[in-house]
């Protein structure tokens, strides 16, 4: 038996999900399946973590036991002819017998792609999310300092959580204004459940002058998912890396 | 009774084409649908030209009539509100009531996208051709000039066509690389059912080195569908501009 860990990328719009559902879509469901064909034997797969429904990746990481004996470049190749096309596996390698893709993860990079455009662009509809309404970009550089470093994120995550540790440290956030996208692109050592989408929701309504940068001090300290701003859609999010 | 002129973008991946037909979902069946709605009575709407299934359009133009009394720019705000969200209006105008968007047209500019990655980008299935294959930039740069100009155009047309007059000209193609993709931009006075995807397909195939770049010019004269390479595929064909 070998453990395999692959990097997958994948189009979030027609899955309910990373996680296996009864009667649900998947992109774990879909991957399984694949391995499970192969290895006449059902095969569990471990992410980083999950995605919710909407929620894309360019970096996701998972793991698997094989018993297969193929080599590690073979896989990625014998992988993308089976899955479906909205997921590809990047790159695969066989990796320690003691590497797990979720425990051994010490952070997670995340992007986010807000689309100012007036009209809504139809071939973004399922990649960003479209906010045709003024954004101050100084406004949203600002508010950022107070969100970096190590803090109690409890005002940034989303209420149906049993994670009872809300403590993360957010290395950094970048904010890059391209003709009308504004990409934030996050890093830190964790990320509690919606935190990249509640963060990003209320950055917007601070850019947008709903609310103050200084009040970002506040919020965080409020501990309380109240304080924040809206949670941002899911079609803008993308799971970019995960650090091992 | 008033002419409106509007210019639409839409994602084809969705759609049956342009072109209304039965039991489908088509751009210009869901575009009547709204103007049938609004106006209480059948309202038929003209595009410059069809586009097939999967492809996508940045500045198709179309034109309809109308007995409502709205401003040219609320009626971008009224279509689009009731539009399903993989079409745009991106402008709206009174035109001459003797403007048609197809009869008017002088000619129009497409763009092709390919993806040269090794494995394919599951983000990018709908709106570009992966081509996973050696490309020589160059060499199509160098079988370029044999197209552009006036020509009979018969080698590039798919069979399936009642035009008979197949001399178009074309203007200008620019060729370029950017990281792992390539991008051909078409314009021309006109273009024949499948041209743009038969260039390409025919390009391509020079690029990787199966045609020398001279066997354009031997394409052109043979007038032949057969002397051409394969059809490109519809999700990396853009429709960017019609010129009046």
């Given at each position: ?39 006449k034997t059902a095969v569990k797969v471990i992410a980083s973590g999950r995605t919710d429904a909407g929620v894309h990746a360019?970096?996701q990481v998972i793991h698997f036991d094989t018993t297969l004996d193929i080599p590690a470049a073979r896989w990625v190749q ?132 709903k609310r103050k940068p200084e009040e970002m001090k506040d919020i965080i300290s409020a501990m309380d998912r109240g304080a ?17």
């Amino acid at each position: 038996m070998q453990r395999i860990k692959c990097i997958i990328s994948y189009d979030g719009s027609l899955f309910s999900g990373y996680q296996v559902q009864v009667d649900k879509r998947t992109v774990q469901g879909e991957i399984e399946a694949v391995l499970t064909k192969m290895h006449k034997t059902a095969v569990k797969v471990i992410a980083s973590g999950r995605t919710d429904a909407g929620v894309h990746a360019y970096g996701q990481v998972i793991h698997f036991d094989t018993t297969l004996d193929i080599p590690a470049a073979r896989w990625v190749q014998a992988l993308n002819a089976m899955l479906p096309h909205d997921i590809s596996v990047l790159s695969a390698e066989y990796a320690e017998p003691s590497f797990h893709a979720r425990y051994d993860a010490k952070g997670k990079k995340y992007r986010y792609v807000i689309d100012l455009r007036k009209i809504r662009d139809p071939l973004k509809r399922n990649y960003s999310f479209h906010y045709p309404h003024d954004i101050n970009v100084e406004r949203i550089e600002k508010a950022i300092p107070y969100i970096v470093g190590t803090h109690d994120f409890s005002s940034f995550c989303a209420a149906n959580t049993d994670v009872l540790d809300k403590v993360r440290t957010i290395y950094s956030i970048q904010c890059l204004l391209e003709g009308n996208q504004l990409t934030l692109t996050y890093s830190g050592n964790g990320f509690l459940y919606n935190m990249v989408r509640i963060l990003t929701g209320t950055l917007v309504e601070i850019g947008n002058g709903k609310r103050k940068p200084e009040e970002m001090k506040d919020i965080i300290s409020a501990m309380d998912r109240g304080a924040a701003g809206k949670t941002a859609p899911a079609q803008g999010l993308y799971l970019q890396e995960v650090y091992y």
